[in-house]
């Protein structure tokens, strides 16, 4: 008979192995009044950024992975991997669209000049996919016919999310500058590869 062993019984728990603890006490709103609208709403603006940056890092730490194999069937399925991460990311996105421009308008002064564009998880994600075989590959390798379209399939990904993004952004602030300074929209617009029609 299998026996069933109490939650002390063992040292390492789902909340430890997490460390929930830790991880739920970095959302740190600046808004002053705790458990107010503006309060909850910079809480989840913080969530959905933190945990976006988690994915983006674990997605480079896949890529890597990658880069480390030369078996391409392998290759492929951590590609796929990331392709995965980059819908998710997508997705992940668009719940921003739960929060309306009126509200982020009033904790966007407690931004300061932070800013996404000054993640340097994302600008090296993206940077990486749009190199040569990502660089899982050397740029003069062979790359197979499922590899290649594998990787132009992270491409379009990081398209689909800058597209969405862009949206967000021009739901959000309208033509309003960036909060570190840039021109906003054509900023966003200019990092936008469409192929040619």
């Not at 983006?56 to 480390?68: D, T, Y």
């Not at 668009?94 to 996404?116: K, M, Q, T, V, W």
Request: aromatic share 6%; proline share 5%.
């Amino acid at each position: 008979m299998e026996q069933v062993s109490s939650p002390d019984a063992h040292h390492t728990s789902y909340a430890r192995y997490l460390r929930l603890s830790e991880l739920l006490s970095l959302q740190q709103p600046r808004t002053g009044d705790t458990g107010s609208a503006q309060w909850t709403d910079e809480r989840f603006f913080i969530a959905v950024h933190q945990s976006a940056e988690v994915l983006a890092s674990q997605a480079m730490v896949e890529l890597n992975h990658a880069a480390c194999s030369g078996d391409d069937g392998a290759t492929i399925c951590v590609v796929q991997r990331v392709g995965a991460i980059l819908a998710l990311l997508d997705e992940h996105l668009a719940l921003l669209d739960h929060l309306d421009a009126e509200s982020f308008a009033n904790f966007r002064p407690l931004l300061e000049d932070a800013s996404g564009g000054q993640s340097h998880q994302f600008a090296a994600l993206f940077s990486r996919i749009e190199m040569p075989h990502c660089a899982v590959r050397p740029p003069d390798a062979a790359v197979s016919r499922e590899l290649r379209e594998a990787l132009a399939a992270l491409r379009a990904a990081v398209t689909r999310w800058r597209v969405r993004h862009l949206l967000l952004v021009e739901r959000m602030i309208g033509d309003s500058p960036g909060t570190d300074g840039t021109d906003g929209l054509a900023y966003l617009k200019s990092l936008i590869a469409l192929p040619p029609p």
